[in-house]
């Protein structure tokens, strides 16, 4: 694949399909100049332009995850058979090990591994800051910039710790005020709202205060950046919330300013249809995480209606602790295959519905009109997927969604590739790996 051309423009040139996640068509162009998409469809040729050619190939708009947690990269295949709070309760001690240097391995890895898998803006929530060093999220930036892709780093936090009720063990909360302090540094050292986005995003009603999710809220909306937590994941949660407060989740957080359209939630399962009706009017958004749910047994959140309400919903990878493969490509089927199951109806959730919410759909998750579809004007985050083993499918969507995992060919980031040729641009996989593997080691029971 060829960078920009002398002309300033680069052509992808012939796709089989080129997707805005409603419907297939031929072969198409994409014309691509200052970082923008200029020209779709038959583009004409001018002097100096760098042609890609893609005839056989698909073309769409930059995957957009949700909802991670990067650094988990570091603890795959840990209490497999836990519910989430048993989860929990077994990786805590093990993640407040974890340093600066070992979450930034961590991110590389999770990085390039969803720009191999076609993602081109993801969001990390990261809420274990051990002694308050928040040096952290200079790793998590600093590994988002040699893969290139873009990051929405949500700034979490923990304050409620066992002794006081809460599931973390005391060891890994902080104080609220130095969390507060903390976060309003980090924005202002990484917030560009363009490549990094800083998100404030207290963990869990679980393991915060009321008075940490509040304050978060005020400083969010002073500060002009978004809010992110998880919600409703389990009925433990919600057990816990109506012992507690006599209330359940969602409208605990809508008694503490949390339901509105800066907002998005992460996981969003046990919603009752007052609660789904509730976030479609408010315009809060839902990461829906199909993998980890099914992993951890949590259940399956309700797409179609939310979605029906009005609510934005996108995907998320969520942690590759409680999702072992790591890649948004997957979510897609399994969003379909779990709608469809929910509803006893192959309507419920179509594959076109589900590049939708792993792209338009994250988009608006995350408060970005710039992204997540292919639109003149628009940036220019696009992938190129091999199409040579799907010739043969009727439907090229169908085939890129239901069929087998697959790499991208190419894929661009603001018009700049990040993958080429199916191989990362800045940084080689396989040494990434090799030092994931050997931080990762260290954390076994028995050691390396």
Same mark, same amino acid.
């Given at each position: ?19 805005? *996640? /409603? %419907?297939? =068509? $031929?072969?198409?162009?994409?014309? !691509?100049?200052?970082? @923008?998409?200029?020209? &779709?469809? #038959? ?117 409620? *710790? /066992? %002794?006081? =009720? $809460?599931?973390?063990?005391?060891? !890994?909360?902080?104080? @609220?005020?130095?969390? &507060?302090? #903390? ?118 959140? /309700? ?18 602790? #409680? ?118 080691? /260290? ?6």
């Amino acid at each position: 694949m060829s960078d920009v051309g002398e002309g300033g423009r680069t052509v992808l040139r012939g796709a089989r399909w080129v997707g805005d *996640g /409603r %419907s297939p =068509g $031929g072969p198409a162009d994409v014309a !691509v100049a200052g970082g @923008r998409i200029v020209a &779709l469809g #038959s583009v004409a040729a001018e002097h100096g332009d760098a042609v890609v050619d893609c005839d056989g190939d698909l073309v769409t708009p930059g995957l957009v995850n949700t909802h991670h947690h990067f650094y988990q990269w570091l603890t795959r295949g840990w209490a497999v058979d836990e519910t989430l709070f048993g989860w929990l309760s077994t990786l805590y001690p093990v993640w407040a090990r974890l340093s600066p240097e070992d979450v930034e391995a961590a991110a590389a890895v999770a990085l390039a591994e969803l720009a191999l898998s076609g993602c081109t803006t993801a969001a990390d929530h990261h809420y274990l800051v051990p002694g308050g060093d928040d040096s952290v999220f200079d790793a998590i930036v600093a590994a988002a910039r040699r893969i290139g892709l873009r990051l929405h780093v949500a700034r979490g936090s923990m304050d409620l *710790g /066992r %002794s006081r =009720g $809460g599931l973390p063990p005391d060891g !890994v909360v902080e104080e @609220r005020d130095a969390i &507060l302090a #903390s976060t309003q540094r980090v924005v202002e050292r990484h917030h560009d709202g363009d490549r990094v986005a800083v998100t404030v995003a207290p963990c869990s009603p679980f393991s915060v205060t009321t008075g940490l999710m509040t304050e978060s809220a005020d400083l969010a909306r002073r500060l002009g950046v978004r809010l992110h937590t998880h919600l409703a994941e389990t009925l433990d949660e919600e057990r816990d919330s109506l012992a507690r407060f006599g209330l359940r989740p969602l409208q605990l957080l809508d008694d503490l300013g949390w339901v509105a359209d800066d907002v998005w939630f992460a996981h969003g399962i046990w919603f009752d249809d007052a609660e789904v009706a509730r976030l479609g009017a408010a315009g809060a958004g839902v990461a829906h995480c199909p993998s980890s749910n099914c992993r951890l047994g949590s259940g399956t959140a /309700r797409v179609r209606d939310l979605v029906a309400a009005g609510a934005p919903v996108g995907l998320g990878v969520d942690g590759v602790a #409680s999702n072992e493969i790591g890649t948004l490509m997957v979510e897609m089927r399994q969003a379909v295959y779990l709608a469809r199951q929910r509803e006893l109806d192959p309507r419920a959730l179509g594959v076109a519905d589900a590049l939708r919410l792993a792209t338009e759909g994250g988009a608006r998750c995350l408060g970005r009109d710039d992204v997540g579809r292919l639109e003149v004007g628009l940036a220019a985050d696009l992938v190129v997927w091999p199409g040579d083993d799907i010739g043969d499918v009727l439907d090229p969507l169908a085939g890129l969604v239901l069929g087998p995992e697959r790499r991208a060919r190419h894929v661009l980031v603001g018009g700049e590739p990040v993958v080429r040729d199916g191989a990362l641009v800045g940084a080689d996989r396989r040494e990434l790996h090799r030092e994931l593997t050997r931080r990762a080691r /260290r954390l076994w029971p028995d050691g390396p």
